[in-house]
């Protein structure tokens, strides 16, 4: 059985051993040996190791499930510890800086590198927040670009298979991190705000007003504001430039509506409501309807 070698033991590494329990013999380590402990419990590995550098040893194909920095430190520190030939690949939501660090810290050592980044997650963190089927039917964008190793190319592509992921081949970084600009980071900022601009009051009455006004629509809204703010200002700050550009053409979507209604437009505000419909409708049927 093929060995998967998991770095860090939180949400997405976490859901991702329990998605491959069965094809892989699933290798884990955690920086905190009670994660490491908890993941044993909760069967997302078959094995931990205190050191980092027995996973790279023992594992065929290693999956960095850590934050951005985390990832590029980690290639950092542990460089000379990946086996000649080894296949490895990430989680992270950046691929710019990530394939920065692999070419200078893994290229040389003859590790082929395959940045990769799934299109799930929750707000919620850690391992006790993992899930066998997070993966299912998510997008997983792969980077297969001039002089990706296609043997690695494919190993992580039907790892993500495994997982119940949907390949997506993208050949440029910094294309990625502009796309995911515009359909996750994005998100969040705009859940924060409309977080704040709802709830946030001076008045205790007031506010418990509001509390009290906000039900079903609010959560489904809101749902990611819940998500780690220090995780969120490491993306933001290093995809500032494409966050800034995606919320340039947010602004321009919502005060076009805002203008509709201060001069009492309102056809051209339906016609815009129903474009917002007819997408989110074929965006579900493209979710929904896929082998």
């Known amino acids: 059985m093929r060995s998967a070698g998991i770095i860090g033991l939180g949400l997405l590494g976490g859901s991702l051993g329990m998605a491959l329990k069965g094809a892989y013999r699933r290798i884990g380590w955690g920086r905190r040996e009670e994660n490491r402990s908890a993941a044993l419990e909760l069967d997302a590995v078959d094995e931990v190791f205190d050191d980092a550098a027995e996973v790279l040893k023992n594992s065929d194909i290693i999956v960095l499930a850590i934050p951005v920095q985390a990832t ?3 290639m950092a520190e542990y460089g000379d510890s990946f086996r000649q030939g080894a296949i490895v690949t990430d989680v992270g939501s950046l691929k710019g800086e990530i394939c920065a660090a692999a070419e200078k810290f893994l290229t040389p050592k003859q590790v082929r590198f395959v940045g990769s980044h799934p299109m799930a997650g929750t707000e919620k963190r850690g391992v006790g927040a993992a899930f066998p089927t997070l993966y299912d039917n998510a ?3 792969i980077l297969n670009g001039g002089g990706t190793d296609p043997e690695a190319v494919q190993a992580v592509k039907e790892m993500w298979q495994c997982a119940g992921g949907h390949p997506k081949f ?6 990625h991190d502009a796309l995911v600009a515009r359909t996750s980071h994005v998100l969040h900022i705009v859940a924060s705000a409309l977080t704040s601009g709802i709830l946030d009051s001076e008045n205790a009455g007031e506010q418990a007003l509001r509390f009290a006004g906000c039900a079903t629509g609010f959560r489904d809204s809101c749902r990611i504001a819940a998500s780690n703010p220090a995780m969120w200002r490491e993306i933001t ?3 500032a430039s ?3 550009q995606a919320m340039n053409e947010f602004e321009e979507r919502y005060f076009a509506l805002r203008r509709l209604i201060e001069n009492g437009d309102f056809d051209k505000f339906q016609d815009e409501f129903a474009r917002g419909k007819e997408l989110r409708d074929k965006w ?3 979710k929904n309807n896929r082998s």
């Open 170 to 175: 993208i050949a440029d970084a910094h294309a």
């Open 237 to 239: 700050e290093k995809n």
């Open 242 to 244: 494409a966050v800034l």
């Open 139 to 141: 997008d997983i964008f």
């Open 72 to 74: 590029i430190d980690f």
């Open 284 to 286: 579900m049927d493209y």
